[in-house]
């Protein structure tokens, strides 16, 4: 048989006072006196007394969590962004509870509702899908909200967001290679129609035009399995044939994973890396740096995307005024590129 909790009405008769005396005692209410506050808290520790929190929470209208939606627990990118989350939400008593949307728009806005019947404090969206279209909706949930990295181009402006520059971090990418003698230089992207995709094809792009080199389509290669997108690392894998008849020299992946991928096929084809073809990602994940040889990357700040969006998230549920931010990726050099060998 299961130990019945203990109540707030247990203490109350063995303190012999009133229900809402100990209930003002175990808040700190200036109304008890210190000698009284103090005698019930001891009982309540001697007789192992838990607050409810369901109780709790009702009467001070939060319930001190809240709700993130990432695309997938098994990505390495989210679980660093989720790590910024909690360093910031643990000291200000959060808890986090943690759903997957899978890149799919109705599991996002199912995910979203069941935070809002759990009655989280707020809510952060990774990736997410929600556009102007979708205002009304999350207008009727009413919870804060805050999205990581949109991928919607027609996000409306009363939406809170930290995003990072996709476009500066792909034009950083490819002017790396350029910078290492690379003219023939190929984009490995994937094929989910994202916003983030889009904007880093554009900045490889535009390294290109802003060099002279005149873009050529047989240097992209993007997969359409926008239905099916289980593996960056066989998107990479199966995507690199492509690139490797087209002659490239050096190859800006959409992501790590990707790029991990590619490398893999390199190994397998007996391509040496970085003699043979320069390899660049995007995200600087931890893997990257335990791959042979190791990954050259543009990486995003992931514990600050979090710790940003947290933090926006405690000034929007202390009816602060917020601003969206977009912060500024940084190329991290190792040794998958190399300058172009010339004969």
Same mark, same amino acid.
């Given at each position: 048989?299961?130990?019945?909790?203990i109540?707030?009405?247990?203490?109350?008769?063995r303190?012999?006072?009133?229900?809402?005396?100990?209930?003002?005692?175990?808040r700190?209410?200036?109304?008890?006196?210190?000698?009284?506050?103090?005698?019930?808290?001891?009982?309540?520790?001697?007789?192992?007394?838990?607050?409810?929190?369901?109780?709790?929470?009702?009467?001070?209208?939060?319930?001190?969590t809240?709700?993130v939606?990432?695309?997938?627990?098994?990505?390495?990118?989210?679980?660093?962004?989720v790590?910024?989350?909690?360093?910031?939400?643990r000291p200000?008593?959060?808890s986090?509870?943690?759903?997957?949307?899978?890149?799919?728009?109705?599991?996002?806005?199912?995910?979203?509702?069941?935070?809002?019947?759990?009655?989280?404090?707020?809510?952060? =969206?990774? +990736?997410?899908?929600? !556009?102007? %279209?979708?205002?009304?909706?999350?207008t #009727?949930? /009413?919870?804060?909200?805050?999205? @990581?990295n949109s991928?919607?181009?027609?996000?409306?402006?009363?939406?809170?967001s930290?995003?990072?520059?996709d476009?500066?971090?792909?034009?950083?990418?490819?002017?790396?290679?350029i910078?290492?003698g690379h003219?023939?230089?190929?984009?490995?992207? =994937?094929? +989910?129609?994202?916003? !983030?995709? %889009?904007?880093?094809?554009?900045?490889? #792009?535009? /390294?290109?035009?802003e060099?002279? @080199?005149?873009?050529?389509t047989?240097?992209?290669?993007?997969?359409?399995?926008?239905?099916?997108?289980?593996?960056d690392?066989?998107?990479?894998?199966?995507?690199?044939?492509?690139l490797l008849?087209?002659?490239?020299?050096?190859?800006?992946?959409?992501?790590d994973?990707?790029?991990?991928?590619?490398?893999l096929?390199?190994?397998?084809?007996?391509?040496l890396?970085?003699?043979?073809?320069?390899?660049?990602?995007?995200?600087?994940?931890?893997?990257?740096?335990?791959?042979?040889?190791?990954?050259t990357?543009?990486?995003?700040?992931?514990?600050e995307?979090?710790?940003?969006?947290m933090?926006?998230?405690l000034?929007?549920?202390?009816?602060?005024?917020?601003?969206?931010?977009v912060?500024?990726?940084?190329?991290?050099?190792?040794?998958?590129?190399?300058?172009?060998?010339?004969?």
């Amino acid at each position: 048989m299961n130990k019945r909790r203990i109540s707030i009405e247990d203490i109350a008769r063995r303190a012999g006072v009133s229900h809402s005396t100990v209930s003002r005692a175990l808040r700190d209410n200036a109304l008890i006196s210190p000698k009284v506050r103090e005698e019930i808290k001891r009982l309540a520790q001697e007789m192992s007394y838990v607050p409810n929190a369901i109780a709790q929470s009702l009467q001070n209208k939060r319930t001190n969590t809240i709700g993130v939606v990432v695309t997938s627990i098994a990505d390495p990118f989210f679980a660093e962004v989720v790590e910024g989350i909690e360093k910031i939400a643990r000291p200000a008593g959060l808890s986090v509870l943690l759903s997957a949307s899978h890149r799919n728009f109705e599991q996002e806005m199912a995910a979203i509702d069941t935070f809002h019947r759990r009655r989280v404090d707020g809510i952060l =969206v990774a +990736d997410s899908r929600i !556009s102007k %279209q979708h205002i009304k909706q999350l207008t #009727q949930i /009413a919870v804060p909200t805050v999205l @990581i990295n949109s991928q919607t181009e027609d996000q409306s402006e009363i939406l809170h967001s930290v995003a990072i520059d996709d476009r500066l971090g792909a034009k950083l990418a490819t002017e790396h290679l350029i910078s290492l003698g690379h003219t023939a230089i190929g984009y490995l992207g =994937v094929g +989910d129609r994202s916003r !983030s995709n %889009q904007q880093r094809l554009e900045g490889y #792009q535009m /390294a290109l035009t802003e060099a002279g @080199i005149p873009p050529n389509t047989d240097w992209v290669s993007i997969s359409d399995e926008y239905d099916t997108r289980t593996s960056d690392v066989n998107t990479g894998k199966n995507m690199l044939s492509k690139l490797l008849s087209a002659e490239v020299t050096g190859i800006f992946c959409y992501n790590d994973m990707v790029a991990v991928g590619a490398l893999l096929a390199c190994q397998e084809l007996g391509i040496l890396v970085p003699r043979n073809l320069s390899l660049v990602g995007f995200d600087g994940i931890a893997l990257g740096s335990y791959v042979t040889p190791a990954l050259t990357t543009v990486s995003q700040p992931m514990l600050e995307i979090g710790g940003y969006a947290m933090q926006m998230l405690l000034d929007l549920l202390e009816e602060k005024t917020v601003e969206n931010r977009v912060l500024s990726p940084f190329l991290v050099e190792r040794g998958s590129s190399a300058a172009l060998l010339t004969i």
